[in-house]
Structures are given as structure tokens and as C-alpha cells.
């Protein structure tokens, strides 16, 4: 019963991330044995921001490893965020703060997307990049949105 309460605790001070739609895919490499390595588009929302939705497309590894999710994927992401509604802050918003993170290897790797609010532009900018225990990656995309008046439905 207090290892249950210890686990309710700590899903409860989990930072607030998004869950990726997958929008579409494309194989790459094709694999004898197991799934095709294959670059995923997917989107998602911020869970802080409403009207606005991130397009993220990032490789995944085919084959055997791949499939039964035992594969490192590959560093390299891309992402492009626009505003798709009014812009609205559903709380307040941390420079740096993850908005969405997915696990690219068994145990040590993720990806992620961090907001950042350029006050002085009004915009808001998403950076993805690759982390991993020991060592990261520095390749990373960045996409930029300037907060504009969204029109009224006539």
C-alpha cells in the first residue's frame, strides 16, 4: 500500500508532456526480418499552449531490434509548430520547460521538445534534441511561432 501511494506521488510531479499522433510514415531501408527502418511524422499539441500544434518527423529503427523495441534510433529530428487557433496559456509557462519527451532507446536515450517565450518578439520557440545518460547529441532542429491575432469566424 506505500509503495502504491510512493508511485501516485511521483506520477503526480511528473512534468506535464504531450502524447505524439503519428500523421504518416516512410520507409527508408527495407529489412529482411522485422519492420523497415522508416522516418515517422507525427504531431502534437502543448499541453500549456492552446493553438498551437508541433509537427515532429524523426527515424525509427526497422528490423528485429526495432520491433521488439530493443533498437537505438537515430539522433537526428526535425520539427516545425504553428499556430492553429487562438493562442491561449492555460498556465504559466518556464523557459526550458519539456513539452513532450519519447523514449528512443531501451533505457538511456529520449528525445524531446523544450518551449522557450521570446517575450521581446512575442514567440514562443520549440528546440528538439537527443539526450542520453552518458552522453547527448547536439544535433537539434528549432522551429519559431510568432503569437498573432487569430481572426473571428464570420
Do not use: H
Amino acid at each position: 500500500m506505500r509503495m502504491r501511494k510512493v508511485l501516485l506521488g511521483a506520477l503526480l510531479v511528473l512534468p506535464m508532456c504531450a502524447s505524439a499522433e503519428q500523421i504518416g510514415e516512410v520507409s527508408t531501408v527495407f529489412k529482411w526480418m522485422g519492420a523497415n527502418d522508416k522516418i515517422v511524422v507525427e504531431a502534437f499539441d502543448d499541453p500549456k499552449v492552446a493553438g498551437v500544434t508541433c509537427y515532429l518527423s524523426r527515424a525509427k529503427t526497422g528490423g528485429v531490434k526495432g520491433s521488439l523495441g530493443l533498437a537505438e534510433d537515430r539522433a537526428e529530428a526535425s520539427i516545425a509548430c504553428r499556430q492553429t487557433g487562438p493562442v491561449s496559456f492555460n498556465a504559466g509557462l518556464k523557459d526550458g520547460e519539456e513539452v513532450f519527451r519519447e523514449r528512443t532507446s531501451l533505457v538511456f536515450k529520449t528525445m524531446q521538445v523544450v518551449r522557450f517565450f521570446d517575450e521581446k518578439r512575442n514567440t514562443l520557440v520549440y528546440l528538439v534534441y537527443s539526450d542520453r545518460v552518458i552522453e547527448g547529441s547536439p544535433q537539434n532542429a528549432v522551429t519559431a511561432i510568432p503569437i498573432m491575432p487569430w481572426p473571428e469566424k464570420t
